[in-house]
């Protein structure tokens, strides 16, 4: 059974500090990785994906991949009330197969 | 000008009855997904579409029936609704098959709630 699993939180981060979201998965032969995040009440949405060892870097957000340690984390920079959601994991493995996600971290900014 | 839509918004029903639920994307993509995501925020796949065929069945009960008329829509059609099928329900989609690198476009959700 592939697993995404990820700390559901809530994780609470002063605004302005660095906030660390971390995600393991289980199938290694994954190569896809991506970061949604969910508002409350809201749909997913992408904010980073990630396909090669190492960092990516869009804007305040870094997404890491190490796939030898089979783990993904997204860094969010100067973090603020706005960023405050549920960061949902998700990771594929090849074109016809499914995007398992993880149950999500709940991140909580405070003001 | 929504991406992916849904209808209806909020279902409220009985046990027992048959309910569908809409989807529709205007992004020209291909392929066409549901997932359900339960109380405890868990988005868990149940079908998608590429060019209208089946590619992934998840194991979902049999009374849960895909279906799609062309590649900008795909339905969900539940017959005799269970306590255990209330849900948020989102319909996605995306260019190509998301298990490669394709982003994937949620709609805003359908929020079915079983008496």
């Known amino acids: 059974q592939k697993e995404v699993e990820q700390n559901s939180g809530p994780l609470s981060v002063p605004e302005g500090a660095i906030a660390s979201l971390n995600c393991t998965y289980s199938d290694r032969g994954s190569q896809s990785f991506f970061w949604y995040r969910q508002y409350s009440g809201k749909s997913p949405e992408l904010i980073m994906f990630?396909?090669?060892?190492g960092d990516k870097e869009d804007g305040r957000f870094t997404a890491q991949l190490n796939k030898a340690s089979q783990y993904v984390s997204l860094l969010i920079r100067d973090s603020q009330p706005s960023d405050s959601a549920t960061y949902l994991c998700a990771v594929g493995r090849n074109r016809d197969d499914k995007i398992i996600f993880g149950k999500g971290t709940r991140l909580h900014i405070l003001p | 000008d929504t991406a992916v839509s849904q209808t209806p918004k909020y279902l409220v029903t009985q046990m027992g009855n048959d309910k569908s639920i809409k989807c529709e994307q205007n992004l020209g993509h291909d392929t066409m997904y549901w997932y359900k995501q339960d109380s405890k925020k868990f988005l868990k796949i149940m079908f998608s579409?590429?060019?209208?065929?089946?590619?992934i069945n998840e194991t979902v009960p049999n009374r849960f029936s895909p279906k799609s008329p062309d590649k900008a829509h795909l339905n969900l059609h539940i017959n005799s609704l269970e306590l255990g099928d209330s849900a948020v329900y989102f319909c996605a989609s995306s260019q190509d098959l998301a298990g490669g690198r394709d982003t994937q476009y949620f709609g805003p959700g359908t929020r079915l709630t079983v008496l």
């Open positions: 579409y590429n060019n209208k065929e089946l590619i």
């Open positions: 990630i396909y090669s060892n």
